[in-house]
């Protein structure tokens, strides 16, 4: 069985420019989160979708976007990349809402 | 306000040797789990253990051990005869079963496991 799949697993953007990352959750699993990891802030909670649906959403600026799609496939979408969003954006997929996460390798952001 | 404390940073142990990471909870609600994951340098959060507020039992898989006490909201892992394999991040989160529905994990700020040969 797959695990999750994250797209890219690197990326360098320049500041102001603007990126979409890719999840493509575990087969059957319909919840999906996003995390921020930070050397200083740690693992962030950004989003979680359930269903295409945001149920919920961490303390992040609105440049901080996402959706899931009807296959549960998840986008988020970061604009006017600043320096301090140089992270690991991590998802993680989960079978329903209170099970366990599976997460992904991860996108690693770096923004020059 | 719910939190998760790992107060170990970073530990180091000689192969074979047992070693116990420490997690610290907060929260109000009745109703949550408790979770362990691991972190390898390749990025990727393994998950181990999922726990929940109704099930003190403690649990052993092969090597690993973990000791759930509510009464000092601790959820403690313990690793016998460590490895270098077992070399790592370790998280201990948790999440809440809130009425709404909503959920999301609480990390904490994680240790790092250093096994020497």
């Known amino acids: 069985k797959a695990g999750v799949t994250q797209t890219p697993r690197y990326l360098i953007k320049t500041r102001g420019q603007q990126v979409t990352l890719s999840c493509s959750p575990i087969?059957?699993?319909?919840?999906v989160s996003w995390y921020q990891q930070t050397p200083g802030q740690g693992l962030q909670f950004l989003f979680e979708?359930?269903?295409?649906?945001?149920?919920n959403k961490g303390n992040f600026p609105g440049r901080f976007s996402g959706r899931q799609f009807s296959n549960s496939r998840s986008e988020m979408n970061v604009s006017t990349l600043e320096l301090g969003d140089s992270a690991l954006y991590l998802c993680a997929s989960s079978l329903e809402r209170d099970t366990e996460a599976f997460f992904g390798q991860g996108t690693r952001l770096t923004v020059v | 306000a719910q939190k998760v404390t790992q107060a170990q940073t970073e530990i180091s142990v000689v192969e074979k040797e047992d070693v116990t990471l420490d997690c610290v909870y907060e929260?109000?609600?009745?109703?949550?789990?408790l979770f362990w994951y691991k972190q390898p340098p390749s990025g990727e959060l393994v998950f181990l253990i999922r726990r929940n507020s109704f099930d003190e039992q403690n649990e052993i898989s092969g090597r690993y051990s973990w000791n759930f006490q509510k009464s000092t909201s601790s959820f403690n892992f313990t690793i016998t005869a460590s490895q270098v394999v077992d070399s790592a991040v370790y998280f201990c989160?948790?999440?809440?079963?809130?009425?709404?529905?909503?959920?999301?994990?609480?990390f904490g700020t994680g240790t790092r496991l250093k096994v020497l040969a």
């Open positions: 979708y359930f269903s295409e649906t945001q149920r």
């Open positions: 989160a948790l999440s809440e079963a809130r009425t709404s529905g909503t959920y999301k994990y609480i």
């Open positions: 929260t109000r609600d009745t109703t949550y789990y």
């Open positions: 087969s059957g699993h319909r919840s």
